[in-house]
């Protein structure tokens, strides 16, 4: 069994990570959070004990690192005996991470695929530019990768893994579709990070359809949909981590992602993108200095975790799988919905860090009893996704079910 969890990243994600594993020390041993900034981590560690999140008394301390350096992570790896690390940090030190894990022998754990600063919106595959190139190693080293253990990437993944394995003999098509009908009531603000968020955004859309990777611009293709709870709701299809696997897995589907926007947020993000402040490349001012555009609108936008206290609403993030069962077609959608008030009570974080948070503490626990250690490198759909939907039912992100589609019958995952 493993044991003792370090936790990289100090955002509105890790918050969340950080209540659920004190929430679940008895499965998760010794804690420990780190980031570059170590006042980050002690701040989220007085409010896990603020809320008296700790289920056992134990270990819970913060560490600053520079995760970009892999010899420095894998040493703090070794400091805190840690044999889980869950990378909430950004996307771009995904690798250092990584790297440090195989060093170490520890199971790594990560929310969102690797990207390189300098570029946007590679080649797809994208976890083949990055991740999976490890894949050999960690099979050699016996160690445990699990990649995209978010919500989307993640819970998505093994939502699609579930509908094909239960209810159907061939996939044709898996439209992930993530919406959140809630409002924070600022002007403008992004729900995480503002530079990837918009980096997501800003490149070419890649959906894999017909056996092909085809290609949009954002905002290019959109439809309404019909969900549980939040109602008809304007969603655009988007370049999006999970697509990129599941496209591997299941290549004879169409697979495509969708997220929804509001007309506010398209023009703002239109009126950035057209006057160049969401590039990536650096600029030089009049005065000589050089900015990366892209950086400053991060820096003069609110920090995704400040929205937590006045955030209500509520998302919905789901699948609509399709396929055919002795030949007849058939389609199902597996979905959860989270509410933004009730995550701020629990955890003092919004709903989309708190469906992001979650899971990773899911999988960490499976790793944890070995239902899910590997000792490979796995994304989420290459795993039994029951035992996940069983723990994530009961920490906080329930699955249901409605078969026969958007407008079948709806019940929980197991009934």
Same mark, same amino acid.
């Given at each position: 069994?493993k044991? =003792?969890?370090?936790?990289i990243g ?5 918050? @969340? ?6 929430? =679940? ?5 010794d ?12 701040a989220?560690?007085a409010?896990?004990?603020?809320k008296?999140a700790?289920k ?6 913060a560490?600053a ?10 040493a ?8 889980i690390v ?7 030190v ?7 894990c195989i ?7 990560d ?10 919106c590679?080649t797809?595959?994208?976890y083949g530019?990055y991740?999976w190139?490890?894949r050999d ?12 253990a978010?919500?989307?990437?993640g @819970?998505?993944?093994?939502f699609?893994?579930y509908?094909?394995d239960e209810?159907m003999?061939? @996939?044709?098509s898996?439209?992930?579709v ?6 924070h009531?600022r ?8 530079e990837? =968020?918009f980096?997501?955004?800003?490149g ?5 359809q017909?056996?092909?990777?085809v290609?949009n611009?954002m ?9 549980p709870?939040?109602g ?6 988007s370049g999006?981590?999970?697509?990129h696997s599941?496209s ?7 697979v495509r992602?969708w997220m929804?926007f509001g007309?506010h ?6 009126v950035l ?5 969401l590039?990536?490349?650096p600029?030089v ?11 400053v609108v991060?820096?003069v936008?609110?920090d ?6 006045d955030y209500t609403g509520?998302?919905?993030i789901?699948?609509?799988v399709?396929?055919?069962k002795?030949?007849?077609p058939v389609?199902v959608?597996?979905?959860n919905?989270?509410d933004?008030?009730e995550a701020?009570?629990?955890v ?9 948070g979650?899971p990773p ?6 790793v944890a009893?070995?239902e899910w ?15 996940f939907?069983?723990v994530?039912?009961?920490i906080g ?12 019958t709806?019940?929980?995952?197991n009934?």
């Amino acid at each position: 069994m493993k044991r =003792n969890v370090l936790i990289i990243g100090a955002g509105g994600v890790a918050q @969340v990570v950080a209540h659920k594993c004190a929430q =679940n020390n008895d499965v998760l041993g010794d804690l420990h959070i780190a980031s570059r900034t170590q006042d980050k981590c002690d701040a989220i560690i007085a409010s896990v004990h603020e809320k008296g999140a700790m289920k056992l008394p134990g270990v819970f301390q913060a560490h600053a690192v520079d995760a970009m350096d892999s010899a420095a992570v894998a040493a703090l790896i070794r400091e805190t005996g840690a044999q889980i690390v869950i990378n909430v940090g950004s996307a771009f030190v995904n690798m250092t991470v990584l790297d440090a894990c195989i060093e170490t022998g520890a199971a790594y754990i990560d929310t969102a695929i690797h990207e390189d600063p300098a570029k946007i919106c590679e080649t797809p595959p994208w976890y083949g530019n990055y991740e999976w190139k490890k894949r050999d190693l960690c099979a050699e080293k016996g160690v445990t990768a699990i990649l995209g253990a978010g919500f989307d990437p993640g @819970v998505v993944n093994a939502f699609a893994r579930y509908a094909i394995d239960e209810y159907m003999d061939e @996939v044709t098509s898996i439209d992930i579709v993530d919406i959140n009908a809630g409002s924070h009531g600022r002007w403008f603000a992004t729900n995480f990070d503002p530079e990837i =968020n918009f980096r997501e955004f800003t490149g070419t859309v890649y959906s894999w359809q017909g056996g092909k990777w085809v290609e949009n611009e954002m905002f290019e293709v959109g439809r309404d949909w019909d969900l549980p709870v939040v109602g008809t709701c304007r969603a655009y299809m988007s370049g999006h981590d999970e697509v990129h696997s599941l496209s591997a897995n299941y290549p004879q589907a169409d697979v495509r992602f969708w997220m929804g926007f509001g007309d506010h947020y398209i023009n703002v993000f239109t009126v950035l993108k057209n006057l160049g402040l969401l590039s990536e490349k650096p600029v030089v001012t009049a005065e000589g200095l050089e900015v990366v555009p892209l950086k400053v609108v991060k820096a003069v936008l609110p920090d995704p975790s400040s929205l937590a206290p006045d955030y209500t609403g509520k998302t919905c993030i789901g699948d609509l799988v399709k396929g055919t069962k002795d030949g007849k077609p058939v389609e199902v959608f597996v979905y959860n919905v989270a509410d933004h008030k009730e995550a701020f009570l629990e955890v003092g974080s919004q709903g989309i860090s708190y469906t992001a948070g979650v899971p990773p503490v899911a999988a960490a626990m499976l790793v944890a009893t070995g239902e899910w250690d590997a000792k490979t490198m796995k994304n989420v759909e290459e795993l039994d996704p029951k035992p996940f939907f069983t723990v994530l039912d009961r920490i906080g992100l329930p699955t249901r079910v409605i078969e026969g589609g958007l407008t079948g019958t709806d019940k929980a995952w197991n009934d």
